[in-house]
């Protein structure tokens, strides 16, 4: 949970994962939905997956946790810097540690310039962080370069008249011989690559059912290949676009999906109930700043039609559902996703408000 986010997020997280899943033997038996629902706000999905295959292929292996660094890299979604942590920290035994913070440290430690994004500069500081490992405790002495580069040797406001290595680091003697050259010049800055912009439409299909004299309406949702970004996650139907379009050509376009999808035509399978633009907003990804349009499609299945007949008309290699609202709201969905559906219940509440309104000042025409 650590590795892409912040601990004040994680611990929430954590406290209601240990209690659902004590133990990797209860986590091994849990399906990728559940682990998807628990995980779902901490972002980078395929952590959680890996977590869930990694304690299938331990608790299958019978020879209980692994306790060696080149023995945890053998397990799904366990590279080295997570065993050489767990295998330090745990298990004590003596291998480094290197993330970002460490490489920061170690790179003003020895004043080393070098690309720190290079894969040849990141094995050459494993092998320094190797050397100075302290083989008594080289648990807490790992924790505590990780914490040194996360707390006081910071990216730009190192804290060196606090650091209790100060004495021993060459870029901070180096600043004080000469005021011209900065700690912060280690280790050499990396430009960011831009992040992909594109643009996707998301139509939120609501689907207005009469079952055992029960009106209401369900949702449609999709689930994501098992394969690629946000895999095996469930959304709303959505159309990845390479530019920005008119409403028409969005609307042609989640049109098109939809009748080859499922076979809905608006006006030949369905009626339309009501079809709202909700308005857009940008979620950013790793390397993706994606804009998203949202619209509410609310369509009435023609006479005779149910959802059976509807799931029927889908396509087979697509996994879908329909899931009411109460469903919806309690359901393990990306942040992106979930601000989707806030913009559906707001527009449903003011829908709510204005009829309230209406009603009201009828009662009062007549009176």
């Known amino acids: 949970m650590l590795q892409q986010t912040r601990v004040q997020t994680v611990m929430e997280y954590y406290k209601r994962w240990m209690h659902k899943w004590p133990t990797i033997y209860d986590l091994a038996h849990a399906s990728l939905e559940e682990v998807n629902e628990m995980w779902a706000g901490l972002g980078y999905y395929r952590r959680a997956r890996f977590l869930l295959e990694g304690a299938k292929m331990v608790v299958a292996e019978k020879e209980g946790f692994p306790n060696k660094a080149s023995s945890l890299m053998k397990v799904k979604g366990i590279g080295e810097y997570t065993a050489g942590a767990i295998a330090s920290i745990a298990f004590n035994e003596v291998v480094p540690v290197v993330d970002g913070n460490v490489i920061r440290v170690l790179a ?13 500069t990141v094995k050459n500081f494993w092998k320094l962080a190797a050397q100075l490992v302290d083989p008594s405790r080289p648990g807490d002495f790992n924790q505590s370069l990780m914490e040194l580069g996360a707390t006081l040797c910071s990216v730009s406001k190192p804290s ?11 870029a901070y003697s180096l600043f004080l011989e000469n005021g011209s050259i900065p700690v912060t010049e280690y280790p050499t800055k990396v430009v960011k690559a831009k992040p992909k912009l594109d643009f ?4 939120v299909l609501e689907i207005l059912i009469q079952e055992n004299n029960r009106s209401g309406g369900r949702f449609v949702l999709v689930k994501r290949p098992e394969e690629g970004l946000l895999a095996g996650l469930w959304e709303f139907p959505s159309v990845i676009l390479d530019k920005e379009a008119s409403v028409a050509a969005r609307r042609e376009a989640i049109h098109l999906y939809l009748k080859e999808a499922f076979h809905l035509e608006p006006k030949e399978t369905c009626t339309v109930v009501s079809r709202k633009e909700l308005g857009e907003f940008v979620h950013i990804f790793t390397h993706i700043r994606r804009k998203i349009y949202v619209e509410l499609l609310v369509v009435q299945l023609a006479e ?30 990306t942040s992106a996703v979930r601000k989707v559906y806030s913009m559906v219940e707001a527009h449903k509440q003011d829908l709510s408000v204005s009829s309230n309104r209406t009603a009201i000042s009828r009662k009062r025409r007549i009176t």
């Open 108 to 120: 003003r430690v020895k004043t080393i310039s070098a690309n720190p994004k290079d894969r040849l």
């Open 160 to 170: 060196c008249s606090s650091c209790p290595i100060s004495s021993q680091c060459r």
């Open 200 to 203: 996707c439409c998301v139509c």
């Open 304 to 333: 005779g039609g149910t959802i059976d007949m509807f799931k029927d008309e889908a396509k087979d290699t697509m996994t879908w559902k329909c899931v009411d609202s109460d469903v919806l709201s309690t359901m393990g969905l």
